[in-house]
């Protein structure tokens, strides 16, 4: 009977697949231009210059470095990372998360 229960799961899971990826992508899209337009909006506290789309790819760029770094310096570790850095202001640095409750961007404890 168990395995009958496993197999209808894993039917569905195959029948539900085609329709969850463009679900998952739509989401996607949509949480990129909502960090994006408040990303436009939001000044660096540090600077005062507008974050904006560059500060998103930057972030990016920071991020994907920092997992490389992880990856490289501990290899055969299965991470479990929860991503907190979502801008990086490119005219100082400074860093930033993202509070999807209230569409703002919150300064990150820098580490001294
Ligand atoms: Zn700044």
Known sequence: MKSV??????????VAIPFLIP????LHRLDRRRLRKAANQA????????????????????WAEHVATLMRDRPGIRFRLIRH???TCVVCGAE?????????????ATVA
């Open 5 to 14: 229960v496993f197999l209808l799961k894993m039917m569905g899971v195959v």
């Open 23 to 26: 679900v998952a992508i739509v």
């Open 43 to 62: 000044h660096c506290g540090s600077c005062g210059a507008i974050l904006g789309s560059a500060s998103l790819q930057r972030a990016d760029e920071v």
């Open 85 to 87: 850095l979502r801008a």
């Open 96 to 108: 930033y998360d993202f509070d999807a409750a209230r569409g703002v961007f919150v300064a990150m």
